[in-house]
């Protein structure tokens, strides 16, 4: 198997890919896969776990995250092209009873 | 055709698995069936907790799901182990148990005079039950009376991108074949569903899929908390699955492309419905489990990213695992590893027709790793009242 670091892009729309691999750093290129086989490179900014996922270009607070073509919610905090995005910066925005009234 | 050999059962199903169910029609009888089954070769006892100090929904909803149980295709013969003063209706249980033509018995825990007592006549019942089906022979049956249940746990990105992919492959081919599939997981719809409600068959189908979806929804957040402090639960976060829409797009995968025929409620078994279907349940193991072996599944494809190994008495479940690192770990509870795909070393098609070769193999009788290991009691109906 190739030491080569993928990030797959499930959909062309998505500003997030998921990367399937250890020891992803600061400073890692990782090569993003989209759905058509295109591979383009990313360098990482700080530590990205197996399975999370890294934004493919800026994003501002607010601004939808989208993935699967889908959006999976909403940026909590500004994240630059290269960062990992996760429970830290990612809002969900559904089943958000802490959002109610009187909660 | 493509076939099976299979149990036939007084309905013109064919099971994959010639069981004896020991139901307890109260989580108060458990002790006693367990001691019975035990005991008794050939026998699977349901030990769940419910069935009494309910509200009449629910345990109508409990004594249906017992009934769907004993109706399935992997079950021969059935005895209800019933207390005496439980509220579910342990004779209604008796009576449609019996109208479906297979032997049936009953014990009372509280007339036979306690514990000791119904454990030796639970005894004598189900040895008599075990060998009265244990001579019965596979015979040919089509695939097209094939009722899959699908479901993915304890999932993380990989399931998204390899195993639902495989079980969305293997769940058309099915409905292709003219069987039936079931999906469920409710919770993991949301942030989906307008995916799946341009599935549906009829506007009033897709109506039901955002009605499930919402009701679930409201259950959660009337808790006051964000869901996702439960649900992604830590270890699908861990797993890097950040939200729940995340999830749901991640898991609906599984259902593959076909049209949604329709939803079905939580205790409700199969009869003639086919193609694609969704039923009404949570995502957690012990109640999804039980509600798709109550739609009468005679087996189930489970996708897992971080490995989960549950399984069910009497319902064969495969074990398909999209993460590599797991499967490296955790290959003695997998049988199938779609990780391969994440490396880039198989296509999903070619998972896909591996393991639509072992739900043929299944049916035809071979075990799962799960079922070898027989790591499958911690089963439970999934209620939506208060215990009283």
């Known amino acids: ?103 | 055709m493509a076939s099976f050999m299979g149990y036939r059962r007084p309905d013109g199903r064919h099971g994959a698995r010639n069981l004896v169910a020991v139901i307890p029609s109260v989580t108060c009888a458990n002790d006693v069936a367990q001691a019975i089954s035990r005991q008794v070769g050939g026998t699977v006892a349901y030990l769940h907790h419910q069935g009494c100090c309910q509200l009449p929904p629910d345990l109508e909803r409990v004594t249906n799901t017992l009934i769907s149980l004993g109706r399935g295709p992997n079950v021969g013969a059935v005895l209800i182990v019933s207390l005496g003063c439980e509220g579910t209706d342990h004779a209604r249980m008796h009576e449609e148990l019996l109208a479906t033509g297979k032997p049936v018995e009953v014990i009372h825990i509280q007339e036979l005079g306690g514990v000791t007592k119904a454990i030796r006549a639970g005894t004598d019942a189900a040895r008599r039950l075990a060998i009265l089906v244990s001579g019965l022979q596979r015979e040919r049956a089509d695939i097209a009376e094939v009722v899959m249940a699908i479901k993915c746990g304890a999932s993380d990105t990989t399931s998204g991108t390899a195993s639902n992919c495989v079980i969305g492959a293997v769940a058309d081919r099915m409905v292709d074949l003219g069987a039936t599939v079931v999906f469920g997981e409710t919770t993991e719809f949301i942030g989906g569903e307008h995916l799946l409600a341009r599935r549906a068959v009829t506007s009033e189908v897709g109506r039901q899929i955002y009605d499930i979806v919402d009701a679930m929804e409201t259950r959660a957040k009337s808790v006051g908390c964000d869901m996702r402090r439960g649900q992604p639960t830590p270890g699908n976060m861990a797993g890097g699955l950040s939200s729940i829409e995340e999830k749901s797009l991640g898991a609906i995968v599984k259902s593959g492309t076909r049209p949604i025929q329709g939803v079905l409620g939580y205790p409700d078994f199969v009869t003639s419905q086919k193609g694609l279907w969704i039923k009404d349940t949570p995502g957690r193991e012990p109640e999804i489990l039980t509600g798709m072996a109550a739609t009468g599944a005679q087996l189930m494809c489970f996708s897992t990213g971080l490995g989960a190994p549950q399984g069910f008495p009497s319902m064969p479940v495969i074990k398909i695992c999209g993460n590599p690192r797991t499967y490296r770990r955790m290959e003695e509870d997998m049988d199938v590893n779609a990780g391969l795909v994440i490396t880039g070393e198989r296509s999903v098609e070619e998972v896909a027709e591996e393991t639509f070769a072992k739900v043929v193999r299944v049916l035809d009788g071979e075990m799962t790793r799960n079922e070898a290991i027989g790591y499958f009691s911690a089963i439970d109906i999934h209620c939506l009242g208060p215990v009283i």
């Open chain 1, 1 to 103: 198997m190739a030491e080569e670091t993928i990030a797959l892009q499930a959909q062309g729309r998505d500003n997030v890919a998921t990367v399937f691999a250890e020891g992803v750093v600061g400073g890692t290129e990782v090569v993003v896969v989209d759905a058509m086989g295109a591979r383009t490179p990313l360098t990482v900014i700080g530590t990205i776990p197996y399975g999370h996922k890294v934004a493919l270009r800026d994003i501002s607070v607010g601004e939808r995250i989208i993935k699967y073509g889908e959006e999976i919610g909403v940026a909590s905090q500004g994240i630059r092209m290269g960062g990992h995005v996760h429970v830290h910066n990612l809002d969900s925005m559904r089943g958000r009873g802490d959002l109610e009234e009187g909660a």
